[in-house]
């Protein structure tokens, strides 16, 4: 992982290949990556569509090596959805293809004159790029069914649907998974229409021939991998929890706890909870069989395996199976409690190249505009069926809840920094609030899950309703997840290394082993820092001040039941989140 694919997509005659050198971004992966070539190379205050804007492709330190559970890909750019620096992350085989490809990133940039669509092919031979307009508005599952037909099945394949052809906002980046399926997504931000707008249909990416990356030291790696393994299984959430129900173990869990957003932010508790839980959701998949059904890794080498396969109740595969943020934000959100519905807005999200989370929001918005009423599954499928014909109505959504609340006259929109809310509500579970309300990513439950410590127990305990702690609390796991989502490693790594010290050792020893270095806690804290301190450059140069880093009002005024609570840290105690 020693050079960078740079590809001028503005070329004068076409889109213009060249290799570099890593040069100031060597020893950086994954979001630190991303994020240090974005607040560096691109001007804060360009369009996001435009041609000066970025979208740079990383792997993580780790990828493409032996190291377990080390297959994210980073994803970054200037976000059409907040305006500021944007990293989304997602599973799937490519990040350990390209790193075995030995790539520290691809970096698109520039923007083709016209409406011409590019496929981006690399394999150990090099790079190929070719026009490719029979491509235009296919959805994720056809075009990578298309290609293939094309290219073989042992591909992996980088892609948007017609959400990022049509650069719409809540436009997501397809990575395929272990079976060629486009049923990874980096998601949130609105990645996808970054590279619609660089004209880029589909990296195709083959690695036959590759080998996996070679530590410095492979007996001490080996040594240090085993241990790291072994943490992972031991501990309850990575090692019985994720495998057996999925990340929708936590829908019983958070309602139990009041904090479950239902009806677009309206209660706490969803009184069709038991209908889309985890533990209903693996019985189903179970009772309908097929291969794959419950317990899945979405990469080679992930000893984790959250995922599963979503079969319809004849056996055939719908979807991969929905994650808790996705039943949340199709299910209680808007008052829908039908898991093959759910699958089914999954499946058409994936396919046409939306974010799950945004979209449920969104839908939820809409809901309470009237464009529909809570609980109508069937109206929720058209409404997002809309999205994918490209309709005027469905280019609202596309753009998701910020500008359907704007155009549906709707106060109650749960976003920050224009980006939607996940599925906690943050007057029950204060310390996601702060993250929320910080994070440069705009609300996003992934860039520090204080859910861990406030509801689940996780790295010590803070009062969920309390305002006292979540500072500190919400700035201690965002400087570690900025740390972690630069390895490459799944953040749901995190409650094992938060609970188990000797685990958290064993990652460092993991990394240090690989590429020969003396790297101590502190250093993995330093890192997480610079990363964040970059983000935090890039946006406060694109015009974002403290006033950014807040809650919508209605969070402070409305309270949720049925704690009766609002969100009470104060905006004196949000402004610290970044003081170190
Ligand atoms: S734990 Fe789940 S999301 Fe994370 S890498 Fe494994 S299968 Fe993918």
Redesign the pocket.
Known sequence: MDRMLRIDMGAEGGPKATLTEVGEYAGLGGRALTSALVSKEVPPLCHPLGASNKLVIAPGLLSGTAAA?S??LSVGCKSPLTGGIKEANA?GQPSQMLARLGYAAIVLEGKPKDETLYKIFINKDGVKIAEDNSLKMLGNYDLVDKLKGEYGDKIGVISIGPAGEMKMSAASIACTDMEVRPTRHAGRGGVGAVMGAKGVKAIILDDTGTKMRSPKDPDAFKEANKRWVEGLRKHPVTGQG?PAYGTNVLTNVINEAGGYPTHNFMWGRFEGCAKISGETQAELENQRGGEGSAT????RG?I????GTFHDKDGHYVTKQPEYETVWAHGGNCGIDDLDAIAMLDRLDDDFGVDTIEMGATIGVAMEGGLAKFGDARAAINLVKEVGKGTPLGRILGNGAAVTGKVFGVERVPVVKGQSMPAYDPRSVQGIGVTYATSPMGADHTAGYAVATNILGVGGKVDPLKPEGQAELSRNLQIATAAIDSTGM?L?IAFAIMDQPETFQALIDTINTFYGLKLSADDVTALGKSVLKNERDFNARAGFTAAQDRLPEFFKKESLPPHNIVFNVTDKDLDTVFNW
């Not at 899945?296 to 990469?299: A, F, R, T, Y």
């Not at 984790?304 to 995922?307: D, G, M």
């Open positions: 559970v297959g994210r599973g994720l899945h890794g979405c990469h992930c984790i395996r959250c995922s799944c749901f």
